[in-house]
């Protein structure tokens, strides 16, 4: 057998046995068929203070795996675009961040949860999907009804309180001399709400309003404790 020939035969058992390699995904890709996740219902609360306090980064995934969102120490990256957390201008960076609430000088940031995997959860930012990691110790997830329960929140003075827990019940007159509201109870999708005791005390005014209609929260102006 000539080196030629012999040559031809050691390059063809070579790539036998050393196939050419198939294209490899990003190890944090988020290649999960939908089935798999979970619904919810609720949000996820960012400790914001001790993830700039860390000297690790926080990631928000996009689906294709690549970083949508870095927040490390005082810097919040977006789209390749480094902002200060505290020094920028906070409704800008609210925009563009995406976030239902968003309040950097008091470590705030929520957004809403609609699902997760047993790595996962899908939160709503930016008007689409992302991805954050469970097993992160700096977010927190709680359902809706958990999170409104002792919080104080906002109605409109054209939001609908109802004497019953239905679409059909009575509208009460009116609640104008009333902007704060504690719940009482839940039923339900509906709340039976009360005016804030530490604003208006023992007002003797309650109703009922619809806090969820087909799993998205209706209420959207919460009072932080600041």
């Known amino acids: 057998m000539n080196i030629k020939l012999l040559l031809i035969l050691v390059l063809v058992?070579?790539?036998?046995?050393?196939?050419?390699?198939?294209d490899i995904k990003p190890l944090n890709e988020i290649d999960i068929p939908i089935e798999d996740f979970e619904k919810l219902t609720g949000v996820i609360e960012f400790d914001l203070l001790k993830i700039t306090r860390d000297n690790y980064p926080l990631v928000i995934?996009?689906?294709d795996g690549s970083k949508y969102i870095e927040i490390s120490s005082d810097t919040i990256k977006i789209g390749g675009t480094d902002y200060n957390i505290?020094?920028?201008?906070?409704?800008?960076?609210?925009?563009?961040?995406?976030?239902?609430?968003?309040?950097p000088e008091y470590d705030i940031l929520i957004?809403?949860?609609?699902?997760?995997?047993d790595k996962f959860?899908?939160?709503?930012i930016g008007g689409s999907s992302k991805?954050?990691?469970?097993?992160?110790?700096?977010?927190?997830?709680?359902s809706y009804q958990d999170?409104?329960?002792?919080?104080?929140?906002?109605?409109?003075?054209?939001?609908?309180?109802?004497?019953?827990?239905?679409?059909?019940?009575?509208?009460?007159?009116?609640?104008?001399?009333?902007e704060s509201f504690q719940v009482i109870e839940f039923k339900g999708e509906w709340v039976s709400v009360k005016p804030?005791?530490?604003?208006?005390?023992?007002?003797?005014?309650?109703?009922?309003?619809r806090w969820e209609k087909e799993k998205e929260l209706q209420i959207t102006t919460i009072n932080f404790s600041f």
């Open 121 to 124: 959860y899908c939160i709503q």
């Open 147 to 178: 999170f409104i329960a002792n919080k104080s929140f906002q109605l409109s003075k054209d939001y609908a309180i109802r004497e019953q827990p239905n679409d059909t019940s009575r509208i009460i007159s009116s609640h104008d001399n009333f």
């Open 61 to 63: 995934y996009n689906p």
């Open 111 to 117: 957004t809403d949860c609609i699902s997760e995997t």
């Open 196 to 209: 804030d005791f530490e604003l208006y005390g023992s007002s003797g005014f309650s109703g009922w309003i």
């Open 131 to 142: 991805y954050v990691n469970k097993s992160d110790n700096r977010l927190k997830y709680r």
């Open 86 to 103: 505290k020094e920028s201008d906070e409704k800008m960076l609210k925009n563009q961040i995406g976030a239902r609430w968003f309040y």
């Open 13 to 22: 058992l070579f790539s036998c046995n050393n196939p050419a390699p198939k």
